[in-house]
């Protein structure tokens, strides 16, 4: 037997060996076309006679990656009705996966790598799992990370066979585990060196197993329900931690727990059908859709290099200068000596340039103690970074950054100062995260190799970069710089040149946006629960402690010297200002803003704020105040993509989550949007521009679409 996903042979013992081994794909993944081959395979081995059993492993490194993400995002958000869904989910868990389990002949799984999800699942319901005993040989079900649960039998058979808490946790948590794990756990029943796994498996055969599960057996009975109180306590507990880690905004963990515990209640085959309803309802939805669509599909097209133009000849930086050991230049120092490249760090003192170093010092002590690294991996990591005032050590330099204060005479400088020195060819990036990359370019005798590469902090766990494509940049400067960010192995989105940017630009709305409904009477415990709630890391007043309030009153500054009479105030200008100038608050560094920071205690909202900003008499309801925050990030991205400071949604999206924390159930701005219902959102956003101000004003073109009913993604 051959066929696009699999091979199936029998030997002369009478054991089937059925192969993984997708000819389309590089890892193997549940496919409609593997559902129907596998099926076939399974009626073959329980139709004949002379098979005794099977074995299933895989011809690739991996065992199965699980479900072919990209075409479950076409059947997401309500593209196929919840029948269907249903439907969709049944024919593996049911043909497949329970008529393998019910067959008659006994399968085992010898898993030769990773097994994740889908994968896992058809490890679950053979009767036997030997695991490859290699690092790379993993096995877990992650739905829950993309808005899913497993609905192929994994909610069911995973807690009568390792019991309900441990199952729980492995479900909810989505992280794969080793092979000395996951024999402790019960989720193989044996490990062996890879060489041996096939072997394992057969003699297993050769024993004549028993083809029968536990469940399928007269008088089983899980050791569950509500009479059971050690149930009863895990199901209270593990809804009142969910709640407060999801907020509810993501329904894939309650659906787990209910179908969980639902389903153990029940005969086997009804649980079966019970998942597979809980299964179409989140597929149906559009957290699901989204998770998918952002999370993976359009992080993993970034990571890809989409955005990088074809055909330009690639570049591998083996040496990169960074100007500035401040936070932000020591850090892209370490990222960058991590990946293997030799870098300058330069500073206008040597002793400057030695701080920014220990910075990565500090960071690898900490990873040898933790046991991440070696001292030698550590030593070797910390050489390749050289710290300098001597701008001539910038020879031999492919690349090189700027990251020094954010000033255009300060950046001339360095620019001016470092061309002078590095090779012909190199790329100048500036990691400004505000000022237009073309009026920087003005310093560059060579502005055709300027571009903006803005980094977030902390770098080392901030895995974005902005990369800004300024008017002059060629596109070989551009394909050259996404080279580079993929050598660090972080995500890159492309934009176009203009004040702020992109991620900058929108993230001011969030802040501003809190100082506002601050000074429109509503109380400091509202905005900051508010976002919260929304699904945001923090609240924008605490948010603006960290960063300082005068960090944006600086862009703001900037902005007002480079525009002039352009210049339009932001609409918390005022709010600013008396924070800093009248009330002497400026944020946490000084121990006081928003918040109160005592000595050894929590912080906590500074009580005077009652007084400065006076709250209203009636306050907001908490869903107006989630959507006011929600929307006008939202609004704003809708802007950047019409005057083209985005030129893609994918890029929209994954830039607001991975840059400032935007809720991730969203999908991101734009994707935001979609799920509310476009024509839902201009609504508000025409409510929110009466009661509010006209900033929430809608565009001409986004009404439009609104009328159209179209959306930002093709579907």
């Not at 076939?40 to 479900?67: C, L, N, Q, Y």
């Not at 290699?134 to 807690?159: W, Y």
């Not at 030799?342 to 040898?368: C, H, I, N, P, T």
């Not at 945001?536 to 605490?542: E, Q, S």
């Amino acid at each position: 037997m051959s066929e696009k996903t699999l091979r199936l042979e029998v030997d002369d013992d009478g054991i089937a060996l059925i192969t993984l081994d997708d000819a389309t794909r590089p890892m193997n993944v549940v496919s409609p076309e593997f559902i129907d081959e596998m099926i076939a395979a399974i009626e073959r081995v329980a139709g004949d006679a002379a098979i005794r059993g099977a074995i299933i492993t895989s011809a690739k490194p991996a065992f199965m990656a699980g479900a072919d993400l990209k075409y479950i995002a076409t059947l997401t958000g309500g593209a196929i009705s919840p029948d269907a869904a249903v439907e969709f989910s049944r024919k593996p868990s049911i043909d497949m996966h329970r008529r393998l389990e019910t067959c008659g002949k006994p399968f085992v799984a010898a898993i030769n790598g990773l097994a994740l999800g889908g994968g896992y699942e058809l490890c679950l319901a053979c009767h036997h799992r030997v695991l490859g005993d290699t690092p790379e040989a993993k096995v877990g079900l992650p739905e829950v990370s993309v808005g899913l649960l497993p609905g192929s039998g994994g909610t069911q058979r995973l807690p009568r066979m390792i019991g309900l808490e441990p199952a729980l946790t492995l479900l909810l948590d989505g992280k794969p585990v080793t092979p000395a794990e996951a024999l402790k756990l019960g989720l193989v029943d044996a490990l062996a060196p890879r060489a041996e796994l096939l072997r394992a498996a057969k003699d297993w055969l050769l024993g004549a197993p028993d083809p029968v599960r536990a469940w399928d057996k007269k008088g089983y009975a899980f050791a569950g329900g509500l009479l059971n109180p050690a149930v009863a306590l895990t199901m209270t507990l593990r809804s009142a931690t969910i709640a407060a880690r999801t907020q509810h905004n993501y329904p894939a963990p309650i659906a787990i727990l209910d179908c969980v515990f639902e389903g153990t209640l029940m005969p086997f085959d009804k649980a079966l059908q019970l998942e597979s309803k809980y299964f179409a309802k989140l597929l149906c939805g559009t957290v699901a859709r989204n998770l998918i669509r952002t999370s993976f599909l359009n992080k993993g097209e970034a990571g890809r290099l989409a955005r990088r133009p074809a055909g330009a000849p690639k570049i591998q930086v083996k040496k990169l200068g960074v100007l500035g050991a401040g936070m932000m230049g020591a850090g892209i120092a370490y990222v960058a000596a991590g990946a293997g490249i030799e870098v300058v760090l330069l500073d206008r003192e040597l002793a400057l340039a030695q701080k920014g170093r220990s910075y990565s010092q500090g960071v690898l002590g900490k990873e040898v103690e933790r046991g991440k690294r070696t001292q030698g991996e550590a030593d070797a990591w910390l050489a390749r970074i050289v710290p300098t005032a001597d701008y001539s050590m910038l020879q031999g330099c492919e690349l090189v950054i700027e990251a020094v204060f954010e000033d255009v005479g300060v950046k001339a400088d360095a620019t001016r100062k470092s061309e002078a020195v590095i090779p012909e060819r190199a790329i100048f990036a500036s990691n400004t995260s505000t000022l237009p990359i073309s009026e920087l370019a003005a310093a560059s005798k060579r502005p055709a190799q300027f571009i903006g590469l803005h980094f977030f902090s902390p770098v080392e766990r901030m895995p974005l970069v902005e990369v800004i494509v300024g008017r002059a940049t060629s596109q070989e400067t551009l394909a050259g710089a996404l080279d580079f960010v993929a050598q660090l192995k972080m995500t890159p989105i492309v934009v176009n040149d203009s004040r702020g940017f992109y991620t900058s630009r929108v993230f001011q709305t969030f802040i501003h946006e809190g100082m506002l409904l601050l000074e429109a009477g509503v109380a400091p415990a509202l905005i900051e629960n508010a976002a919260k709630l929304a699904g945001f890391p923090v609240g924008p007043l605490a948010l603006l402690d960290e960063v300082t309030i005068e960090l944006p009153w600086k862009i703001v500054k900037q902005t007002e010297a480079a525009l002039g009479a352009r210049f339009e105030r932001p609409a918390a200008y005022q709010v600013m200002r008396r924070m800093l100038e009248e009330l002497e608050r400026p944020g946490k560094r000084y121990g006081k803003g928003f918040y109160d920071y005592p000595p050894g205690g929590k912080k906590r909202l500074w009580p005077g704020l009652a007084q400065a900003f006076p709250q209203a008499r009636a306050q907001p309801d908490l869903q107006a105040v989630k959507n006011r925050l929600l929307y006008i990030q939202s609004l704003e991205t809708a802007r950047c993509l019409e005057e083209g400071v985005l030129t893609h949604p994918a890029d929209a999206d994954v830039g607001s989550l991975l840059a400032w924390g935007f809720p991730s159930w969203t999908g991101g701005t734009l994707s935001l949007i979609e799920t509310v219902g476009i024509g839902n959102f201009v609504a508000a956003c025409e409510a929110f521009a009466a009661s509010a101000g006209p900033r929430y004003m809608p565009s001409a073109a986004l009404r439009d679409k609104a009328r159209r009913g179209a959306g930002f993604y093709a579907r």
